[in-house]
């Protein structure tokens, strides 16, 4: 099932269960991704796209809770709080610094021509989108080459 299924069945189920924070959240999800994937043709969102938009509306969220409650209004973000759940909820395990180093030194060892920072980024990238921090993967990726 895509992400975007998945989004359109958790939907359902918040309107069933008459969630109204639920309704709104994944209604804007769906709204937001078909926007990014409807630009060039007439398609479903990729769950790429899909990752974009949730990454995006989880950053606001958790700006609108720092913002409440450096202003003394932390009774105010409990919706905000839920709906950051909702939202990693649906994010893909974020892999640890092991596991990206592990991927990396693997993928050096199964050949024999020389790997540079941007084909371990690019190998990270379309193996496993969305799982990984950047900058940390970048950091070791640095490291692996700097060992040589």
Known sequence: MSMFENVKALQLKARKEKSVIGIALYSCIIGDAVKVATLKEKRDPTDEEMLQVIKKLKVGIE?????????????ADMKYEIELELLTDLLPKQMSEAEIRCVLVNLRAQTDKPFGMGEMMAHLKSTYPGQYDGSVASKVARNLLSMG
């Open 63 to 75: 700006q609108t809770i720092s913002y409440l409650q450096d202003h003394g209004q932390a009774g």
